[in-house]
Structures are given as C-alpha cells and as structure tokens.
C-alpha cells in the first residue's frame, strides 16, 4: 500500500513543483511572456528559445521530484543546500521524523539511541555516591 501511495504520489509532487516553479517565480512568468509575445507575433524566435525558461522548469522540477523522492525512500542523503534551507531547529527535524516513522518506531529508536548515554549516567551517578560515602566515613 506505502508502494502504491508513493508512486501515485510523485505525479501529483511533480505537478505541483512545475506550477509552483512556472507561477511562482520570475523565470516562469518570463518564459510565459516570451511563449505569448511569440505566439501574438511581436517577436520572431523560434518557438523552442522563446519557451526555454518553461523547458528548464520542467527539467527541474523533474529532478526536484525524483531528488526529493530518493530523500523519502532512504536512498539519499540531504544536500547542502537542502540542509541549508530545510529545519530551523532540531525540535522541527524529530516532529518531522514522527510524522514519518510512527509513534511506536519513533519511541523504540529513541529508547534504543538514550538508553547507553543513561545507563552511564547512572553508573557515574551511583559512583559518585559510592565516593562521597566514603569520604564522610
């Protein structure tokens, strides 16, 4: 079923970053323009150059999805821009993480990660007390 979601998923990312990247952005609305001033006759390129800001979103957007798909299946790790640009804090990244994991693979991992560091706590802490009984004696 995850299989199922996440190829019936990436069209629809694709989509979105092409919309995104063609209205959202200047280099969209300028291959937009040159597209209409062609397609009204002002100017008299070839129709591959007056839309090759709109070929490029495609090219990109393209590799934004399969770059951000790989990401989702493991396959990749962040970029230097993505991390760069991605979480402001470590609280956002682990809320992230949950979202992705589950609640019971969130909490094993994390029991699994902490229990070391707090069994050597503990052991200093009980050996710091073994010391300061000693010393009152």
Not at 37 to 43: N, P, Q, T
Not at 51 to 76: C, F, H, N, Q, W
């Amino acid at each position: 079923m995850k299989l199922l979601m996440f190829i019936i998923d990436l069209p629809i990312r694709f989509i979105f970053a092409l919309v995104g990247f063609t209205l959202g952005g200047w280099i969209g609305w300028l291959g937009i323009i040159l597209v209409l001033l062609r397609f009204l006759g002002v100017i008299h390129w070839p129709w591959w150059l007056a839309a090759l800001p709109l070929e490029y979103g495609v090219i990109y957007s393209l590799y934004m999805t399969i770059d951000g798909a790989l990401y989702r299946a493991g396959l990749k790790k962040v970029g230097g821009y993505a991390r760069f640009t991605s979480f402001e804090s470590r609280e956002a990244e682990e809320a992230f993480k949950l979202s992705q994991m589950g609640r019971d693979a969130y909490i094993a991992e994390k029991e699994a990660e902490l229990a070391p560091k707090i069994d050597a706590i503990v052991a200093e802490a009980r050996a710091r007390q073994k010391g300061k009984e000693k010393q009152n004696e």
